[in-house]
């Protein structure tokens, strides 16, 4: 970072360690999506494949930019499930889901042309060597802004970098009142990304990523997700082997009434996310998508979840499976 506004004496700032940023070497956008947006206009490709079972937020850039747009189905390993190869000047992309799908990242690197890997859910895995990948540091880290984007294109584009201090009203207030009190701070700030285009990832978004204790983060997410899959992975219908292990982003446990267990564990102050509803508009009802779409309960692992959180997770779930006689 540059020294342009450092000054000797004034007022203090804050007092933030001073580390190496995990992904030092990528580019720096606002946001996952505007990655996206980069390499669709830097490769100038005019169709993209996309796996069903993506965010709609993905879609965004895609639209954006005119560029047709064709769902491949997954299988219940995660892996694509290909029915046409991929014209010339095609983009095939591939989410490493739940940062638990090395292997088919691999695999797929291997086998398709035009490959982008969307490591949104995998904020520590490498991205393989020459392929386009991209990272959303704000689905790991608190930060109000950012995507990292992994690119050997040649053709570069110049953006404006975005100030992002008066966007920090959620994770101050987070702090200060708690995550519910926060959550509509959280909204209007996403809904900010949507509609503010492209831009450089902001000066303090990158000065807090320079701050984080990747290692610690890492190692807290393998013990946790251990934990959870060790006493949980009986009841978890997933076929997954959960053997690529790298600081995954959730333990995703798929069973019946998933929906329910939501609404259950947020009524014990556990939050859960959903991925993805709008997916069960666009693919078969019970087919493998559907069911995660409504059914897969992503269980925090995060680097801020103790022992303790990890018990009353599991003695949640438990006790949910038992009231609704699941085992």
Request: charged content about 25%; proline content about 5%; aromatic content about 12%.
């Amino acid at each position: 970072m540059s020294d342009h506004f450092k000054k000797i004496g004034g007022f203090f700032s804050l007092e933030l360690p001073k580390r190496t940023e995990y992904h030092s070497r990528a580019l720096r956008l606002n946001s996952a999506r505007y990655c996206l947006e980069y390499i669709l206009r830097v490769r100038n490709y005019k169709k993209i494949y996309l796996p069903a079972y993506i965010c709609d937020s993905v879609l965004q850039p895609v639209k954006r930019l005119n560029v047709n747009y064709h769902f491949y189905r997954i299988g219940e390993d995660f892996a694509p499930v290909l029915g046409r190869e991929p014209e010339e000047d095609a983009c095939f992309l591939y989410v490493n889901y739940f940062g638990l799908n090395g292997q088919n990242v691999r695999k797929i690197c291997c086998t398709q042309k035009n490959v982008i890997i969307d490591n949104t859910q995998a904020f520590f895995d490498r991205p393989p060597a020459h392929i386009d990948t991209l990272y959303s540091p704000r689905k790991f880290f608190g930060v109000p802004d950012g995507g990292y984007l992994y690119t050997d294109a040649e053709s570069r584009l110049n953006l404006k970098q975005d100030p992002s201090y008066y966007r920090f009203d959620a994770l101050l207030k987070q702090i200060d009142l708690g995550t519910a009190a926060a959550a509509p701070l959280f909204k209007e700030n996403e809904a900010y990304l949507d509609r503010c285009g492209m831009q450089a990832m902001s000066r303090l978004t990158q000065r807090l990523l320079m701050s984080i204790d990747y290692q610690q983060a890492l190692t807290k997410r393998n013990e946790n997700f251990r934990f959870l899959n060790g006493l949980l992975r009986p009841c978890n219908r997933l076929k997954a082997a959960f053997n690529d292990l790298d600081g995954p982003m959730c333990y995703p446990l798929l069973i019946e009434r998933g929906e329910q267990l939501k609404e259950f564990l947020i009524e014990r102050n556990i939050y859960v996310n959903d991925y993805w509803e709008e997916v069960m508009a666009r693919v078969p009802t019970g087919s493998f998508e559907y069911r995660l779409a409504r059914d897969l309960v992503p269980l925090p692992v995060d680097q801020h979840c103790n022992m303790a959180n990890m018990h009353a997770i599991v003695e949640a779930v438990l006790d949910f499976l038992r009231f609704t006689r699941d085992i």
